[in-house]
């Protein structure tokens, strides 16, 4: 199916950056808001996307005037009843997002695609709120969307192949790069980036550095910036709620470190509320961090680990090569989501299965027996590298691993 004009419902960060890609691509696009207000801001927001465009010479005013009347802004669902695809990109609430989606159902032509940007829920359980759970999708983007290539696609298990494979071409239309993924907590990357981050968030909490000196390792290992900043930037209490969705969806491996949930218990979200992991607002003065951590070892009884790299990227690894067992995604789709979504380093392989495969699948499997000796069981090795180093597919030293080096 063609699209031929496009909604959004919810005018944030999000959803105007998701709308201005799509009338960037030339298809018309409405946002649905719940006021006139933000109506108004978000029709705002994605005009600002286009000055900065127009600013850095990208674009003349004249391009902006017509990409913006491709750009309408409603507060009527009745305004969204020819679009060919509906996108939600409203409060990441199961809840909200089910009534939202049974709204649409009411409204939008029968023949329309139902789209989720959620980036953890379940796309079966937002599709349940509807009678057309085969026309219901994920379509996660990532922030910020007229930035970030990709775009995991996420069947639900009522969802048709033929939306599938329209939603993909849809978001190649968009001059994104979409991956297929089967639908799972936290889906592909939130799931992998998760077990990185919160392991940085126990190396923390176990005194086994501080958050510069973790971030400046990451840095020079080749990420485009350290956890702590990273998840300062997304926004500690969202990082939490998805943490929180991981450990429902995957037990002990996946317990959010302690000290997230301190983080957000004293409101430190990161750099919207003045302060995170990091200080943002000066004139304020908030709780020394080194108290925080205390406070945990306190009640955890666990300090004095020792940090490594390969301690965070082992459990990202680790984590991807579960997604692989799973059949969440293909090798290579692992390793795009992952270079595309996160900025995986490219001098590392461009993706964790091809780390992996550089490192030696002998030598990962022996480093996550250890850490699990000496951390516990979230660094239990997935059964599949068992099986690797089985069969002696160990990586680029035997010409074949995750990938083949003939």
């Known amino acids: 199916m063609y699209i031929y004009k496009a909604a959004v419902v919810g005018g944030g960060a999000m959803g105007s950056g998701i ?99 959620t980036s953890a829920l379940s796309i079966t359980a937002i599709a349940s709120a509807t009678k057309r759970p085969e026309k219901v999708i994920g ?112 037990g002990e491996r996946m317990k959010p470190a302690k000290i997230l949930f301190k983080m957000v218990e004293r409101k430190r979200f990161g750099q919207k509320s003045g302060a995170g992991f990091y200080v943002y607002d000066q004139s304020k003065e908030y709780e020394p961090l080194e108290k925080i951590i205390e406070e945990v070892q306190k009640e955890t009884g666990v300090k004095g680990t020792k940090f490594s790299m390969d301690r965070l990227m082992y459990a990202m690894i680790n984590e991807a090569v579960l997604a692989f067992q799973e059949n969440v995604a293909t090798a290579a789709d692992i390793d795009m989501g992952t270079l595309a979504g996160l900025g995986f380093p490219q001098d590392k392989g461009g993706g964790p299965l091809h780390y992996a495969d550089k490192i030696g699948i002998d030598v990962l499997l022996e480093g996550l027996k250890k850490f699990t000796e000496e951390l516990g069981p979230r660094f239990w090795p997935a059964y599949h590298l068992k099986k690797m180093v089985a069969a002696g597919w160990l990586g680029e030293k035997t010409k074949k691993g995750f990938f083949d080096y003939a």
């Not at 978000?42 to 990409?67: C, F, H, L, N, W």
């Not at 009411?106 to 139902?114: G, Y």
Request: net charge negative; hydrophobic share 45%.
């Open 19 to 117: 709308a201005q890609v799509i009338s960037y691509a030339g298809i018309p696009v409405v946002i649905k808001e719940v006021n006139e207000e933000l109506a108004q801001k978000a029709y705002e927001r994605v005009k600002s996307i286009y000055q900065r465009r127009v600013d850095k010479g990208k674009m003349t005013p004249e391009d902006m005037e017509k990409k913006m009347e491709l750009v309408e802004v409603t507060t009527s669902y009745e305004d969204l009843e020819d679009a060919d695809i509906v996108i939600e990109a409203v409060y990441e609430n199961l809840d909200v997002k089910k009534q939202v989606f049974k709204e649409l159902d009411e409204h939008v032509q029968p023949s329309a695609i139902l789209a989720s940007n």
């Open 139 to 250: 379509m996660h983007f990532f922030n910020p969307a007229h930035v970030m290539k990709l775009v995991e696609v996420i069947p639900g298990l009522a969802t048709s192949d033929e939306v599938t494979d329209d939603v993909v071409t849809f978001s190649e239309t968009l001059r994104k790069i979409p991956i297929i993924v089967r639908e799972c907590p936290g889906f592909l990357v939130n799931r992998v980036l998760m077990a990185y981050m919160n392991e940085a968030a126990y190396a923390l909490q176990e005194g086994a550095a501080t958050i510069e000196e973790i971030d400046k390792a990451a840095v020079e290992f080749g990420w485009p910036m350290g956890p702590f900043t990273l998840i300062d930037m997304l926004g500690i209490d969202v990082a939490y709620e998805v943490a929180e969705i991981l450990y429902d969806g995957y």
